[in-house]
C-alpha cells in the first residue's frame, strides 16, 4: 500500500463521524502522523538511547498500539541484548496489515510478533519494555488504570513504561497550547477546516489526562520512579521505571 498524503478533512463533509483507525486512515498514517503530533519523529528517533538503558536479555518488548510500527521497527534496529523479542499489538486490522508488510520488508533479525487485539485483553509477562505511544488517550478512561496495573505487574524490576500522551492543561495554558498546536498544523499545510473536522472528529475519541493525572495513575498502578522526559508543546512521554 503507498503512502499518500493525508487530504481525509480537505473538503466539507455533511457529518462528521468519530475518528477510526480504517484503510483510509491507514493510507495516510505517516503523513498524518507526522504532520499533526509535533516531536513525533525526535521522539521516537530517541527509543534507541531508551532501548539500550533498559532493555534486558532474555526478555520481550511491547509495542502497544503499535499502528503501522515506527517504535517497533526502530527497536529492532537497536537491540544488542541477547534473546529479545518484540510484540506488537494493535486493535486494527487495517494497520496490522500494513505493519506486516514493513515488517516483511525489514532487515532486522530481531523476531517480532504481530497481534490484531485490543491491548485490555491481552497477556502481558516478561517485558523489559513497554511502549505506548499515543495509545491510552484512546482507552476508555475507566479502563486505564487496570491495564497499567497488568503492565506494572507484566514488566520485570528495572522494566520501564513509556508512556507518550497528548495532554489536558488548565486555562489560560489550555488555549495557549491549543494555538500553538494548530499553528504547527498550520505550518504543514492544513487548513483551518481540515483542523475543525479533524478536532470534531477526535471530539469524544481521543480523551486527553492531565500531566497530574498520568502521574497519579502510574502511581496508582504500582510505579515510584516517573520521570517526564519529553515534551514539544501538548504532546509528552514519561518513563515509568518499575
Given at each position: 500500500?503507498?503512502?499518500a498524503?493525508?487530504?481525509?478533512?480537505?473538503?466539507p463533509?455533511?457529518?462528521i463521524t468519530g475518528?477510526?483507525?480504517?484503510q483510509?486512515v491507514?493510507?495516510?498514517?505517516?503523513?498524518?502522523?507526522?504532520?499533526?503530533?509535533?516531536?513525533?519523529?525526535?521522539?521516537?528517533?530517541?527509543?534507541p538511547?531508551?532501548?539500550?538503558?533498559?532493555?534486558?536479555?532474555?526478555?520481550?518488548?511491547?509495542?502497544?498500539?503499535c499502528?503501522?510500527?515506527?517504535?517497533t521497527?526502530?527497536?529492532r534496529?537497536?537491540?544488542?541484548?541477547?534473546?529479545?523479542?518484540?510484540?506488537?499489538?494493535?486493535?486494527?486490522?487495517?494497520?496490522?496489515?500494513?505493519?506486516?508488510?514493513?515488517?516483511?520488508?525489514?532487515?532486522?533479525?530481531?523476531?517480532?510478533?504481530?497481534?490484531?487485539?485490543?491491548?485490555?485483553?491481552?497477556?502481558?509477562?516478561?517485558a523489559?519494555?513497554?511502549?505506548?505511544?499515543?495509545?491510552?488517550?484512546?482507552?476508555?478512561?475507566?479502563?486505564?488504570?487496570?491495564?497499567?496495573?497488568?503492565?506494572?505487574?507484566?514488566?520485570?524490576?528495572?522494566?520501564?513504561?513509556?508512556?507518550?500522551?497528548?495532554?489536558?492543561?488548565?486555562?489560560?495554558?489550555?488555549?495557549w497550547?491549543?494555538?500553538?498546536?494548530?499553528?504547527?498544523?498550520?505550518?504543514?499545510?492544513?487548513?483551518d477546516?481540515e483542523?475543525?473536522?479533524?478536532?470534531?472528529?477526535?471530539e469524544?475519541v481521543?480523551?486527553?489526562?492531565?500531566?497530574?493525572?498520568?502521574?497519579?495513575?502510574l502511581?496508582?498502578?504500582g510505579f515510584?520512579?516517573?520521570?517526564?522526559?519529553?515534551?514539544?508543546?501538548?504532546?509528552?512521554?514519561?518513563?515509568?521505571v518499575?
Open positions: 500500500m503507498s503512502q498524503p493525508d487530504q481525509i478533512y480537505s473538503q463533509l455533511e457529518a475518528f477510526v483507525f480504517d483510509h491507514v493510507r495516510v498514517f505517516r503523513d498524518m502522523i507526522g504532520r499533526s503530533v509535533p516531536g513525533y519523529a525526535t521522539l521516537v528517533s530517541m527509543l538511547v531508551l532501548a539500550q538503558q533498559y532493555i534486558q536479555d532474555n526478555s520481550r518488548c511491547y509495542d502497544l498500539g499502528s503501522l510500527g515506527a517504535a521497527l526502530t527497536l534496529h537497536s537491540i544488542t541484548q541477547n534473546n529479545v523479542s518484540i510484540v506488537a499489538v494493535d486493535n486494527s486490522a487495517a494497520m496490522i496489515a500494513q505493519c506486516k508488510n514493513y515488517i516483511e520488508q525489514d532487515k532486522s533479525s530481531v523476531p517480532v510478533e504481530l497481534h490484531c487485539a485490543d491491548i485490555c485483553q491481552l497477556e502481558i509477562s516478561n523489559s519494555m513497554v511502549i505506548m505511544n499515543f495509545t491510552l488517550q484512546f482507552v476508555s478512561p475507566d479502563e486505564r488504570l487496570a491495564l497499567l496495573k497488568k503492565i506494572y505487574a507484566g514488566l520485570n524490576p528495572g522494566g520501564v513504561l513509556v508512556l507518550s500522551e497528548k495532554l489536558l492543561f488548565d486555562e489560560p495554558q489550555q488555549a497550547m491549543t494555538q500553538l498546536h494548530h499553528t504547527f498544523k498550520k505550518l504543514n499545510g492544513y487548513s477546516l483542523i475543525s473536522q479533524k478536532r470534531s472528529a477526535l469524544n481521543l480523551i486527553a489526562d492531565t500531566l497530574e493525572q498520568h502521574q497519579l495513575r502511581q496508582q498502578a515510584k520512579n516517573i520521570l517526564p522526559w519529553f515534551q514539544c508543546f501538548n504532546f509528552s512521554s514519561l518513563l515509568a518499575k
